[in-house]
């Protein structure tokens, strides 16, 4: 009869004497002792940990939860590659990373990681059973490194495709901090009127012997239905964003949100090329640590973060799956510009297609850097405008019946 895995919490003295806390999953506490010191660590307390039911189990809300972020997984990624490198055995170096890593979701994690290795199994394994914390691209390219051999070549591969698109979401989201933040202010005035001013107004109005004019008259009625319009908006503001958590990642979803995306007027032709960038550099990172072609492109569909170029790249894969080149099928899809499919149509050709791919990303980031600093100077204006746009007319709505009464008196 097998026996049931347990969770025990234990703290530990390493050969420095700091102390070290952790959990392992085992079926007694005898197990756990003898994985401890086969870590080269000393027991000090071993509790049972009731990972549990009712009061004792641990609450996760949603969004409120420490994630483990990819600028977390690169530094890892390349502090393993460095202590292979160096000659320390894989189970020293898990062991090693897992004290040190100040994110604490990742450490927990990577402390199942290293009690996985220690029972047989290898690393891209181990880092299989967390999905929801190693992204496929970095267990696919583990499982080539362990296979070929070149294990810390493949963590440095991973954390250099990771620090790129770390950098690359740092654009995007300094592109997009402006207007966000603007339009936040620009609800807020917009609130605070109807709250505070619109009332004011309203008040002069009632003396008035006459009809208010129709924009003055909207603003008046939302203002005294703003009592159960802003609640109303904030809940429903919670509920879209419960949804969204739950459903971002499904196709239907995905196939409306990201067709629209890159659709969009101003933002559309950026998000592509960040799409572009993003496949192009995890392509060319699977090709340089021999990961097959079919795999490769699986994978890099799912890793671009945007649903139509993965769409593209399954028809491309099934191309390719009946023995066409990779380029050709490319040139088919059209949300990939012909310089692309006319470099990986080269690369093909000449046997350096990973490095066209990787050319193909350099010149995607920088076109990513040039776009959004170029949004950045047009968004300013048009902001500045719809701001001014929307407060000026609700003034001169609320200014029309003076207007109107002063017509009236002349």
């Known amino acids: 009869m097998a026996t049931t895995a347990r969770t025990y919490a234990y703290s530990a003295r390493d050969g420095q004497g700091k102390l070290v806390k952790g959990k392992l999953d085992a079926s007694s506490e005898s197990e756990v002792i003898a994985r401890l010191r086969a870590m080269s660590v000393s027991p000090v307390s071993i509790n049972e940990s009731s990972g549990g039911t009712g009061l004792q189990k641990e609450i996760e809300i949603p969004g409120l939860t420490k994630r483990v972020k990819l600028k977390d997984l690169a530094v890892a990624s390349r502090q393993l590659a460095t202590m292979l490198a160096s000659g320390l055995s894989l189970l020293r170096a898990l062991t090693i990373l897992s004290e040190q890593t100040e994110n604490e979701k990742l450490r927990e994690v990577l402390g199942k990681v290293r009690g996985d290795v220690e029972a047989g199994s290898s690393l891209s394994d181990s880092l299989n059973r967390h999905p929801e914390t190693f992204p496929r691209l970095m267990i696919h390219l583990v499982r080539a490194g362990e296979t070929g051999g070149f294990l810390d070549d493949a963590l440095e591969s991973i954390a250099k495709n990771f620090e790129s698109d770390v950098k690359l979401r740092q654009t995007i989201k300094s592109a997009m901090t402006y207007p966000v933040a603007v339009l936040a202010m620009a609800i807020l005035a917009v609130i605070g009127m109807i709250l505070f001013i619109v009332p004011v107004f309203k008040g002069m109005f009632e003396g008035f012997d006459a009809a208010l004019p129709i924009p003055t008259q909207v603003l008046v009625t939302i203002s005294e239905n703003m009592i159960w319009i802003l609640p109303l908006l904030i809940v429903g503001s919670i509920a879209f964003s419960i949804w ?108 350096s297609l990973e490095i066209m791919l990787t050319k193909i990303a350099d010149f995607y980031d920088e076109e990513v850097q040039s776009t959004a600093e170029s949004l950045t100077a047009l968004i300013e204006p048009i902001m500045i405008g719809l701001i001014g746009g929307i407060i000026g007319g609700m003034i001169i709505a609320l200014y029309m019946p003076v207007f109107t009464i002063f017509d009236q008196i002349g």
Not at 248 to 271: A, T
Not at 302 to 331: D, K, Y
């Open 244 to 351: 969204w958590r739950a459903n971002k990642r499904k196709d239907d979803v995905r196939s409306v949100v990201d067709k629209f995306k890159l659709k969009v007027p101003v933002f559309g032709d950026l998000f592509r090329k960040v799409a572009i960038a993003r496949f192009s550099r995890n392509f060319a990172t699977m090709m340089g640590s021999g990961v097959p072609v079919l795999q490769s492109l699986a994978i890099v569909g799912e890793t671009s973060g945007n649903w139509v170029i993965e769409e593209a790249l399954r028809h491309v894969q099934e191309s390719v799956r009946t023995g066409n080149s990779i380029a050709a099928p490319l040139a088919n899809e059209p949300v990939f510009p012909e310089m692309v499919t006319q470099m990986v149509a080269v690369g093909e050709d000449s046997g």
